[in-house]
């Protein structure tokens, strides 16, 4: 007990350690002993483990390079501190510790003052935190280092619990491909996405202020209908809750539904493309009760031509959508949580008007019966032409199913379950799967759509169309408009040339086998104060969106190079340098031509 209360200290001193509540059971089934030789053992239930604290020689980390080294247990503190000693000084250390009765008995006997450090995290919880966990981490610095990430397993998880060790490294692995594929797009995808932006901002006075639709539904059933293959055999069942629940519709299956004779409240949609306005939009005639809700990003004809009320929210947490409401001056929170499908625009939605239970259907996130039944029946995908002309080669992946075992998916599909589940466990919302089939979704009860009508659908609700009506527009002026778009074009103007000026020093910079150790440390120098402009995007959030996903490749590289001063590592940290402003420079030239044209046409 002797360390208890400074190691709490320590550990209270950095807010990024993630500690658990432990269930009572999962302390007291196990106790501690040491045999006739001083070995310390833990017995849990019937089984006894010797505890030791064996460094793993084959497994060191490189101190040469900016690792992220995820330690599997903390009992072996000893195995910690080799690893530490080892590490390099901007290396970061994350220790993963899932049982309970091994981190309470570390945390009071054993020093923890190797953890007075930033760059050393607990993550002490049941496995099942531990995507909640890592979401909440790499948001953080620790984004850069997703390409030079290490294992270390201590002696008990290497040894003794390896199932423990492979279900973290599932974990982990999912959430880096998940992130990975948040912030992936590339430059021009965000150059495209932001000439959408401001090519439908002068629709944005005419969308409902989305801060005032906030709670306006608050625990009101609502039905997210998504274009799943499982949809085919309860959508019967959904005639039933008209009137009784918010239908809230991706705009895959808004026609059918509409066929059907069950006219939904909300169509939601995402995609950008033309391929969306022709499928989905052109030539239809949907009902003016039907609000459609979507992004600035979406192919401007869509909004041209809706005729019902429209909602453009802002993105949660997406900085081109920071920075335009800063600039406009909109307040309140005109955001949702949108993520990357439409059925999480539908999902969004459902959250920001507060209702509850959020009820899930058609959302299989998995293929049907065979690998070709992608969709419900009713929809666009029904044509095997246009099937064939967007489908792309994907590798086949297995995740646990809704009734047990395992469906077959795709990569997107299970970012697309991530998001749902960070989505759901963050914010503790009451969500029902009723798909009744394709991927089990974590954090969400199973029931029959016939279920939850009984359960949760019983009167009448008051009709949304009138209530959305009620709603008053965003608080917007056209020449305001104009004017404020005016001043960022003059401002993004003057940081093109600072980039441009880094970029002719960085440039010019002759080196070659034989320059001498002072002559690479000099260029080096003039190569590094490229950082300063690293901070300038992460300091814009319109240039943080647009630059991002190069800025973050440029800075893996950066990581993955030897900090050791040759003539290789320099030109090779002078390559990646020049080509990130390379990038900088044309993007902002590109930002400056849309913004100018924005003008031209508000």
Not at 30 to 38: H, T, Y
Not at 88 to 114: C, K, M, R, T
Not at 157 to 182: F, H, P
Not at 580 to 600: A, H, P, Q, R
Request: net charge negative; proline share 3%.
């Amino acid at each position: 007990m002797e360390f208890l209360n400074r190691n709490i200290e320590i550990l209270s001193a950095n807010s990024n350690h993630w500690i658990g509540i432990p269930d009572e059971n999962e302390l007291t089934g196990a106790r501690f002993e040491v045999d006739s030789s001083g070995n310390e053992l833990f017995i849990d239930g019937d089984r006894v483990y010797d505890l030791k604290s064996t460094f793993d020689n084959t497994n060191q980390p490189n101190p040469l390079k900016r690792e992220l080294i995820f330690v599997i247990g903390i009992y072996s503190v000893g195995e910690i501190e080799q690893l530490i000693r080892l590490m390099g000084n901007d290396s970061l250390l994350v220790i993963i510790e899932p049982n309970f009765a091994l981190f309470n008995y570390a945390l009071q006997h054993h020093d923890f003052s190797i953890l007075h450090t930033s760059s050393a995290v607990i993550f002490a919880d049941k496995i099942s935190n531990l995507p909640l966990f890592l979401d909440k981490y790499f948001s953080m610095n620790a984004i850069f280092y997703l390409k030079t990430i290490k294992f270390y397993f201590t002696h008990f998880y290497r040894e003794q619990d390896i199932q423990s060790s492979v279900a973290i490294i599932r974990i982990i692995k999912e959430i880096v491909s998940y992130k990975t594929l948040m912030y992936g797009n590339s430059v021009e995808d965000s150059l495209i996405g932001f000439r959408h932006h401001m090519k439908n901002l002068k629709h944005l006075p005419r969308s409902k202020d989305v801060s005032l639709l906030k709670n306006t539904m608050r625990n009101v059933p609502a039905v997210v209908v998504a274009a799943g293959p499982s949809l085919n055999k309860n959508i019967e069942n959904l005639h039933d809750l008209k009137g009784k629940a918010v239908i809230i519709a991706v705009d895959t299956i808004a026609q059918r539904l509409c066929n059907e004779g069950i006219i939904p409240d909300f169509i939601c949609s995402i995609e950008r493309g033309i391929e969306t306005y022709t499928y989905f939009y052109e030539g239809k005639t949907y009902p003016v009760e039907s609000t459609l809700v979507g992004p600035l990003v979406l192919y401007p004809e869509i909004f041209e031509e809706y005729p019902g009320e429209l909602v453009i929210p802002m993105r949660e947490n997406v900085g081109e959508f920071i920075w335009l409401e800063q600039v406009l001056g909109l307040k309140g929170d005109n955001a949702i949580s949108i993520g990357l499908s439409c059925a999480h625009v539908a999902f969004g939605v459902a959250e920001h008007i507060g209702a509850s239970p959020i009820i899930l259907l058609g959302q299989d996130l998995a293929y049907g019966n065979s690998t070709e039944e992608t969709h419900a029946g009713g929809t666009i995908y029904d044509d095997k032409n246009i099937m064939n002309s967007t489908s792309v080669e994907q590798e086949l992946l297995h995740t646990e199913g809704y009734y047990g075992g395992m469906v077959a998916t795709r990569e997107i599909w299970n970012a697309f379950r991530t998001w749902l589940e960070m989505e759901i466990a963050t914010k503790k919302l009451d969500v029902i799967n009723a798909t009744e089939g394709g991927a089990k979704i974590e954090s969400t009860r199973q029931l029959s759509l016939a279920e939850v009508g009984r359960k949760y659908c019983k009167s009448m609700i008051s009709p949304v169309s009138e209530l959305i009506k009620n709603v008053t527009a965003y608080p917007l002026e056209q020449q305001q408009m104009k004017y404020v778009i005016k001043e960022q074009c003059k401002y993004f103007l003057e940081l093109t040339s600072r980039f441009e000026k880094q970029r002719k020093h960085v440039k010019r910079l002759k080196l070659n086998a034989f320059s001498s150790e002072r002559e690479l440390k000099a260029a080096l120098q003039r190569i590094d104060q490229t950082e300063e402009f690293f901070k300038l995007v992460l300091d814009n959030w319109l240039l943080r969106h647009c630059i991002q996903p190069a800025m973050i490749n440029s800075v893996w590289n950066l990581y993955d190079i030897e900090r050791v001063v040759n003539f290789n590592n320099v030109t090779q940290a002078q390559k990646i340098n020049l080509g990130f402003l390379d990038i900088g420079v044309y993007t902002l030239n590109e930002i400056t031509k849309i913004l100018k044209s924005t003008v031209e046409e508000l």
